[in-house]
Structures are given as C-alpha cells and as structure tokens.
C-alpha cells in the first residue's frame, strides 16, 4: 500500500497532543458545528467518486451502437439505395422511433437499480460541540474526533487518541483475513511502513473489537482506500445467474432466428418473389425476431421488483438476492433484535438478598446494577438536541437504568466511573470486563453467560459480605438462572474482583470472581412474529432460530412465535460434537439452535446447503457476519445493525420488521413469476411472428408483412415484452406453494408448450386472415394489411390473457395490472391513427379497410386467444 497524504503530515510519528494541537481540535470538546462547517467547504464532502450516474444520453449513445440497431441502419440504407425517398424517410422515422423505445427501456431499468444504492445514508457517531452525535459520513472533516464502536465501519482516516482492547478487521485494504491490534500509545517512527501505523486506522475498515477515539486526519479521495479507489477502472456488476442465462438463451435463440430469417428470403426467391424485397425482408425478420429484448426484460423486471422492495423498506444491495428471494426454503434468524423487539428492560436483579426489581432497587441492587452499568458498550449520543444510549441492547438496557436510579459515573459505589482497561466481549468466553479505578487498588467488573461466569467465581456476596460458593450453592444458582431463562428472561451474570498492583492477563483477571448477582432483562417477541412465521411455513419455507442465549430463553421465545419442533434443540457444545455429516442431518429436523458462536452459526448454514437448501440469514451484529456472507440471501436490520452486518448481506430491512420478509419472499415469487410471464409472451409473438413470415412464402406468396410493417410491430411488442408483465401483481397462490427448485431449468417443458402453443395461435389467427384475403382476390396490399392489423390486434389480446398461468381474466380483474389499460389504449390510438392518416398509412404501405374488413381483423385474433382463457376455468393448476 502506499501511504496517503494527510492533513497532518506523519500523524503516526506524533503524538496524540500534537496531531490535536496541529488539527487545533479539543479532544473533550470536538469540533463546533460552524467550524465543522468551514473545514467542509475547505476540504469538500468525504465521498469517494462514484460510478458514472446513469443519463438519457449515454444510454442513447450505448444503445445506438448495439449490432440490432446497426442492422436497422442498414435496412434504411437499402432502401435509400433501391427504395422510393418516401419509404426511405419512413423507415428512418420508424428506426428513430425504435431506437428511442429501446432506450427508454434500457434507461429505465438502469436508473431503477442505480436507485437503490442512494436509498440509504450511513452516519458515524462524532463529537461536535462537546456532545457525541451521529453525523453523516459525508460531513466528516479533518479534525473531527470519532467514537469507535464494535460493527463500525469507518469513513475516514484517523490517529488515534484513546484506545482500549481495540481490534480493527483490515482486510479490505491489506488482505490479511486476522483483524490488526491498535494502540492509540503506540510510539512509531516516520517511516514505519503502512500496514505496521498501529496507531492509525483507515477508511473502509472494521472495528472487531474493543472501542476507541480518534482525531480525522484525512477524508475522500485523500484517505488510503480513496488513493486506492483512483486506481481502480470503474468496472461493470457482474450478472447474475438468471441473467447470464437469459444471455446465453439470447444467443441460441439468435442463431436460430438468423437461421428462420436467411429461410424466408431463399423460400421467397425459390417463389418468384422480387430479390431486393426479399433481402430487405430478410434483414428486417432478423432485427424482429432475434430474442435481443431478453436481457433488457431481465434487467427491467430485476430493477424494477428491487425498487418495489424498497419501497416495502426492503433494500437490495445485490440484483442476485432479489433473485433468490423465491427460492429461500430455510430462514435462519436470530432472536434478538429480529424476532424480539430490540428493546430490552431490566426486570430482575437477582442478589443474595432479592430477586424481583419492584420500585426502587435495595441497597444490594444497587450495587449489583452499579456494577453492571459499569461494564458496557453502550455510548451517550446527542442528536436533534436529545440524548439517547446507542449500543448493544442489553447494554443499553442497564446503562439506562442505571441512570433512571441516579448511578451516574463518580456514584457508582466503590469505585470512580474511570476505565483504565477493557477486555471486549468474546463469543467464545461469553464473557465482558472492565477495569475501573476502585477506592484503594483497581477494580475489575466482569459480566456475561450465567454458565460461563459460574465456572470463574469463587464466591458470592451475601449481605455485602463475600461467602464461598459450595458445590450446592452452584447447582442452585443454575437452577435459578435455568428457572429466570425459561420465562423468557435474558439472564446475565454480574461479578467483581479487586486486582493486585501487577499487569494481569485476561485469563488471570478473570478467575476468582466473587458473584454480585444475576441481572435479568426482557425482550418480548414482535406482535407480528408469529404470523410472520405461519405464512413462511404456508409458503413452504421453514424457519430455524439460531441464538447465543439460554436454551430455556430460546425455547420460551420459540413457544411465543409459534415456532415448529420437528426436533430437539441443539446447543453450541451439542454442535461441536457432530461431524458434518451428522450436523446436515440433525440441522434438516431442529428448528431451534442455543449458545451458539458465531462458528456455529456459520457451520449450521453450510449443513443446510449440504441438504440442497436455499438459505436467508437475518443478523445485525458482528458475530452474525460470516453467515450473512455465506446464506443465498444474507439480511441485516438496517436500523439497528452494524456497518459490518450492513456490508456482508445484500438485502437490508430497513425497518427491522422480521414480517418484511415474509413481504420481501412473495415480493420475489412475484418478480420470477412476471419474468416468466414476460418471457412467455416475447417468444410467443416471435415464433408466432416467424412462423407468419415463413407460411405465407410456403405457400408461394409475398411475405404477409413488408420490411417496414415488421419494423413497426417490433417497437411495439418491445414495449409490451419489457414493461407490462413487470406492473403485474403477485400470482393469489404466491404465498401458498413451495419454493421453486434451482435445478429446474428457466426454459422448462410447460414454458416451451406455452410459447409454441400460444405463438401457433397468434399464428394460425393472422395467417387466416391473410390467406382468406388472397384466395378471395383481394390485392396483397390489402390482405398485408388485414394480416397487419391482426397481428397488431392479436398480440393485444394475447397480452390479456397470458396475465397469469393458473387464473382467467375474469378473476383477475381489467385494472390489478396499472400499466396493461393504458397501454393497450395507446396501442389501440396508434393502430387507428395509422390507418386513419392516409400519409402515415401510405408510409407503411397500408390500405384502407372496409367496415367488414375491420371486423375480421379484429374479431379472428380475439376469438383465436379466448380459448388459453377458457383451459384455465377448465383446467385450474
């Protein structure tokens, strides 16, 4: 890496006092609003460049160079070389028209999904004006003092001014997968190379662990993943798989079409028909039927279904998951935050004394919840002029009772309020601590799992005395935790212990705990859990629970949301005694998992995929990260989750509403289900095309379209292939059948049937009409016009009725699709305009129609498609 220029030149070499005296920033104090404001107008937003934002122009640009285009432009070429200049300005009209529609498409589909990524702002916690407050990233400057928190991920380049047990995961900028120890004392030469500046932490990386402050020295393009960013070419988002096999579909589809449009041509010559229209013919069948749209409607029905979500608070990172959303068979969730609302209470302070917290807290819970505020991750913030606690639930939880009860910090009992050492919380330890000044030598406060606490005390107070726990005493107070969990209760274990003037390791400190008392705290279930979960388990989807609390908290949980037992629970120490095999099988029939790490979590997702199943992971901390990255679909609350929860899923719900995804499951059934109906009809009307032009030169006759004719039913079935079927609503049995299997190809068997079945209708309805004109002695010109008036009024039809698979018009109603009404009217307008004009009806090489002539062209196609509409009232799927 190489080394960013900051506005404090080697901020590394020097010391905390003196990056703040060169940054002129008061550590207690930060940066007051008007100066942050002037610092902003000096140094500019701390953003980095952003992809080229998506305009009209540069997608017209793009879209007037693709090969369909050029094709088209050399149809209007020969036809200025052997054509009339009225057909030549008629189809350089058409061509104009066509190209604007495909840009319209395309440009619509590309502004939905740039869209999402400006759907949310992140913000860093900061202290401006002698308060900490969350400040839009952008607005960072240097010389803004940030406060480190567990998940944060940082925006800026800074120096270090306090630190403790703080651990930065710098992956994303060095590649080395351990996160790097940092020490704001750290004492650092001038050239001490990048990746060794323990003092500093960069943009873009993580905080694992421990928490810190830190004075901005660089911001934007000047921090190092700024310089690093420069370098990068802006490079495309990959595709996704639907869409890599819409693109490979695209291309044998093509070769198939180019092959049908080099047919008709040879069919028409060995016919007698004039060569020059015949080529002309043969270039325009290839820009019609050529399946080019296929991408297009993929990126629009993607974009469009993901911009849908968000606004459902359901925002897509990742065009794939809006993929997979209909095909999740298992949602992993956590309880916390997800299932339950998020908003822990303190409801019981277990001592040697009392259990219940009625009123006031006694003289012994006083204690206990002094010792308990004194142990947390939770932060003050200010913002909008009003104080609020951010951090980890339960510690926000104790920290405010604390100070609803008076414990402030310098009241605490025992001990001052200063922290003179953290050991952050470990899932594998399931244990917190600080270390406080106490009144003669330090004091250490440690808190966590009732399990894991009990095995490192050796004592308990009892009436502010402390007294051995005996082998009895043990067993009982598990049995109280056990009793505490089973109401659901979240029960954390609170200890202390007086340190000898030495440097201890954590291990060490740890040991000989005397037991304060048991803090228990509630978390109720969402309201709308439950039948968030019953709805997922209609649309065949199970639902497993994966916790690091107390089974009999789990399991109390699990009974409130109505969660299915197809087996016994499993813990984290249960886990570890499995191999993979034996986890897969026993992950297929429990729903409920306890005590789990991270590691168990991430093993528990691989199980599940090793039986084949589609898996969404719901988290929003840490330790949730490395199944969120490795689920199909991973989810992170977007309210209450961290940076890093934020930035591993590619889906986040913005309201922390677990229900939102029971809305974000049928909100992707829907997208596939509009895809595949979008598909369905583009290839109906191109075999039902192809199929027209190669039966009418068959039989020995002119093409039943002239080149300019298929030009125009081109623009218009392109319009109805990328937008109708994106507006339609979800399928009634969205919700009620199981998710669809992966292995099952796109292109499978009833989709083929369907569009050979309803582009032979289109078919047989348009080439009737034409051959009965012909065999009736009607001049081609006039049975060219009958067929394109028919065709135009069959594939409106067609469109009505290939709304659903399973359910007729009549059921779904005239207005549920918005944009299907308006659109046929258009296109009906547009009809009648052009054979009402006699210029643009002449341009098209169209007659006029008698009042009988009407009526068979409109009344053979509507007739031909209403039978699709009656196998569906006979043969309901």
Known sequence: MSAPSPVVEHGHAASPEDVLEQLEVDPAHGLGEQEAAGRLARFGPNRLVRPRRVTFWRVLREESTEPMILLLLAVAVLYGVWGALEDTVAIVVVIAAVVLVEVFTEYRAKAAIASLSR????????????????????????????????????????????????????????????????????????????????????????????????????????????????????????????????????????????????????????????????????????????????????????????????????????????????????????????????????????????????????????????????????????????????????DVALLEAAHRHGLLPGQLGGFSGELLAEYPFDARRKIISAVHRGDDRPLLIAKGAPEAMLGRCSSRLVGGRAEVISEDDRHHLRDQADRMAAQGIRVIAVATRELPGGRLGRDEAETDLVLAGFAGLTDPARPEVADAVRDLRQAGIRVVMITGDHPNTARAIAAEIGLERTGSLL??????????????????????????????????????????????????????????????????????????????????????????????????????????????????????????AVGGVALGLPVPFTPIQIVVLEMFMDIAGSATFAAEPAESDAMRRSPRDLRRPFLDRPLIIAIFTCGATLFVAVTSIYLGAVWSGAPIATAQTLAFTGWMVGYLALAWVMRSERTPLVRLGMRSNGFLPPWTLVTAASLTLIMAVPAVRDALNLTALTAGQWLVAVLVPVLAVVWIDLAKLRHPR
């Open 571 to 692: 813990t984290g120490p249960q886990i570890d005694e499995l191999d993979d095999d034996a986890l897969a099988e026993a992950a297929s029939a429990t729903s409920l998992f306890a005590r789990t790490t991270p590691e168990h979590k991430l093993r528990l997702v691989r199980a599940l995929h090793a039986r084949r199943e589609i898996v969404a992971v719901t988290g929003d901390g840490v330790n949730d990260t490395p199944a969120l990255a490795q689920a199909d679909v991973g989810i992170a609350m977007g309210a209450s989750g961290t940076d890093v929860a934020r930035e591993a899923a590619n889906l986040v719900l913005a309201d922390d509403d677990f229900a939102t995804i029971t809305r974000a499951v049928r909100e992707g059934r829907q997208l596939f289900d509009n895809l595949r109906k979008g598909v369905r009809y583009y290839l109906s009307c191109k075999v039902g095309l192809l199929a027209t």
């Open 119 to 394: 759907l949310s702002s992140r913000t860093a916690p900061a202290l401006r004006g002698g308060a900490v407050r969350e400040v839009p990233t952008e607005n960072l400057v240097p010389g803004d003092v940030l406060v480190l928190r567990v998940g944060e991920r940082l925006a800026a380049d800074a120096r270090l001014i306090e630190s403790a047990g703080l651990r930065v995961d710098e992956s994303v900028l060095t590649g080395e997968s351990m996160p790097a120890d940092k020490d704001a004392d750290a004492v650092l030469t001038a050239d001490t190379p990048l990746g060794q500046r323990s003092n500093l932490v960069f943009a873009g990386t993580t905080v694992a662990a421990g928490r810190a402050r830190a004075v901005v020295l660089s911001t934007a393009m000047d921090t190092e993943l700024g310089r690093i960013t420069g370098l990068v070419v802006e490079a495309k988002p990959p595709r996704t798989a639907l869409q890599q096999t819409m693109r490979d579909l695209a291309r044998w589809l093509a070769w198939l079409a180019l092959g049908f449009s080099v047919l008709v041509p040879l069919l028409g010559l060995l016919g007698g028909q004039p060569w020059r229209e015949m080529i002309l013919t043969g270039l325009t069948l290839a820009f019609a039927t050529i399946p080019e749209e296929l991408p297009i409607i993929i990126s629009m029905v993607l974009g469009l279904g993901a911009y849908r979500l968000s606004r459902r608070n359901v925002v897509i990172k990742r065009l794939r998951a809006a993929e997979a959303l209909g095909t999740i068979t298992v949602v992993a969730t956590d309880k916390t935050g997800t299932v339950t609302e998020n908003r822990m209470s303190l409801s019981h302070l277990v001592t040697g004394e009392s259990e219940a917290l009625d009123g006031d807290p006694d003289a012994a819970q006083r204690g206990l919840l002094a010792l308990a505020a004194g142990c947390t991750d939770a932060t003050v913030v200010h913002q909008d002029d009003t104080a609020h606690v951010l951090g980890d639930p339960t």
